[in-house]
C-alpha cells in the first residue's frame, strides 16, 4: 500500500523568502515521486518527479525537491518565491508500473508581496 | 501538442438528475484515467483504462457511477443519479502505457443542487 501525506495545508512566504513544502510517502515498494501544481481552475501541472535515479531532481519554475530515503521525504523546495507561485501544491506516488497513483491532500501556498 | 481534452468545462444539476462527461486524451496515449477531486482534498483515482480496458476501477462507486473507452481513444464517465456529495471537479488524465507521468486536462466541475 503506498500514501503520501502533505504537512501543512497552508503555507504564506514572502516574495523572494524560501518555499519549503513538506511531503512524506508510505510505501512498501521503492516509489516513484511526484510533486504536480494546481492554478486556479486549471488542471495539474507537473513540476518534477523521482524514478529511482538522482536523488535531487530539479523541476520547472526553479523547483526542486530531494528523495531522502531514511527519512521517507519528498521535500519541495525554493530559493526565492515569486507571486507567480502561489497555487496548490499536490504531491503524489505510484509504484513503478505506474498504477496505483494516490495523491496527497495538497498545501496552498499563499506569497505575500 | 495538443493537450488533454475535457467538456464540459461547468455543469450545475439538481440532486438525482443524469450527468456525463468527456474526455479526449492526447494523441497516441494508451492509458486513461479519471479522478474525482473533492474542495479541499487531493484528486482520488476513480477509474484507469489500458485502451478499451479497466485496469482499476476499485475505487469507482458502481452503484451510480460508469465509465467506458468503447474505441480506446474517447472516454465518457456518467453519474446516474448524482448525490449532493458528488458535487467536486472531475479530472482526466492520460499517458503512454507504461510512462510514470500524466498528463492532466483542465477537469469540469460539477456542482449537485
Known amino acids: 500500500a503506498q500514501s503520501v501525506t502533505q504537512l501543512g495545508s497552508h503555507v504564506s512566504v514572502s516574495e523572494g523568502a524560501l518555499v519549503l513544502l513538506r511531503c512524506n510517502y508510505s510505501?512498501?515498494?521503492?516509489?516513484?515521486l511526484f510533486w504536480y501544481v494546481q492554478y486556479p481552475n486549471q488542471g495539474l501541472q507537473l513540476l518534477l518527479k523521482y524514478t529511482s535515479a538522482a536523488t535531487l531532481v530539479k523541476g520547472i519554475n526553479g523547483f526542486e525537491a530531494e528523495f531522502k530515503k531514511s527519512e521517507t521525504s519528498f521535500h519541495l523546495t525554493k530559493p526565492s518565491a515569486h507571486m507567480s507561485d502561489a497555487a496548490e501544491y499536490f504531491c503524489a506516488v505510484s509504484s513503478i508500473t505506474g498504477n496505483q497513483f494516490y495523491f496527497g491532500t495538497g498545501t496552498s501556498l499563499t506569497v505575500i508581496p | 501538442e495538443a493537450g488533454v481534452a475535457q467538456s464540459p468545462r461547468y455543469k450545475i444539476i439538481e440532486k438525482r438528475q443524469s450527468v456525463a462527461f468527456w474526455c479526449n486524451p492526447i494523441?497516441?496515449?494508451?492509458?486513461l484515467y479519471w479522478y474525482q477531486q473533492i474542495l479541499g482534498q487531493g484528486p482520488k483515482l476513480l477509474i484507469q483504462?489500458?485502451?478499451?480496458?479497466?485496469?482499476?476501477d476499485s475505487q469507482l462507486p458502481k452503484d451510480r457511477f460508469s465509465a467506458e473507452r468503447l474505441k480506446g481513444v474517447d472516454s465518457t464517465l456518467k453519474i446516474q443519479p448524482a448525490k449532493l456529495e458528488d458535487s467536486a471537479v472531475y479530472l482526466c488524465a492520460s499517458t503512454w502505457t507504461g510512462a510514470d507521468t500524466q498528463y492532466f486536462g483542465p477537469g469540469t466541475r460539477l456542482t449537485v443542487l
Open positions: 483504462f489500458q485502451n478499451n480496458g479497466v485496469v482499476d
Open positions: 494523441s497516441g496515449h494508451a492509458t
Open positions: 510505501s512498501s515498494v521503492p516509489p516513484y
